[in-house]
């Protein structure tokens, strides 16, 4: 028997129609997911991303499929946003406007809570990996700020990713229950004053006295 050629043995890309079907699932399944309809069913999202439902379970199997890929392609869009924001925003704000958009992506999980805690209980996903993800974009923000001149730092020297990743989602879960949004922004607020670089003290004149009289 002849060798099988190269073109055999590389797996094949999945066509542009199909690329685009399963895009236009999974924004549609974000939609419903955040919209806080109850329930929200395959077929819904089937119709809403204008396929059949024989496409949808061609893409996703089964529910925890679809949520699984939902989770991976926002948290991957989560961590990337962190390119956006330091293109325009010195780090700490940007780092401040980032905590805002993870609790966005946070409270469009509510919906599919339920699914979400059986995949992470299949072990297919881990909170583990989520966190490396979410520091490794954090770790992004304390770079930009540590290749800064040193008087535009805006963040302090000793500050780890992974704590910060700690205490957003310790803030996160501390005001779902009760709090709120505005209780969770005002905890975000305190972290920031926490990691943030202190103002550099007024410097004295040649008589020693600090700023001026006059």
Not at 59 to 75: G, I, N, Q
Request: charged content about 30%.
């Amino acid at each position: 028997m002849s060798e099988p050629s190269l073109r055999e043995t590389q797996p094949r890309r999945p066509r542009a129609d199909a690329e685009r079907n399963r895009a236009r699932l999974l924004d549609a399944a974000r939609v419903a997911f955040a919209s806080g309809r109850e329930p929200v069913t395959l077929e819904q999202i089937a119709r809403d991303s204008g396929v059949g439902i024989g496409t949808l379970y061609r893409h996703f199997p089964t529910r925890e499929a679809l949520v699984e890929a939902l989770y991976r392609k926002e948290l991957a869009d989560l961590c990337a946003s962190v390119d956006d924001l330091l293109a325009t925003l010195p780090p700490d704000r940007a780092l401040r406007a980032w905590m805002d958009r993870f609790a966005d992506y946070v409270a469009a999980k509510r919906e599919m809570a339920d699914t979400l805690r059986a995949v992470f209980a299949s072990g297919t996903v881990t909170v583990s990996h989520a966190r490396e993800e979410l520091a490794a974009a954090v770790s992004a923000v304390l770079a930009a700020d540590a290749d800064a001149d040193a008087d535009a730092r805006t963040l302090r020297d000793d500050v780890r990713p992974e704590d910060i990743v700690a205490l957003i989602v310790g803030s996160f879960t501390a005001t779902s229950l009760a709090g709120g949004r505005e209780q969770l922004e005002r905890m975000f607020d305190l972290l920031m004053d926490a990691v943030r670089r202190p103002a550099a003290p007024p410097a004295a004149d040649d008589s020693g006295r600090v700023g001026s009289s006059e």
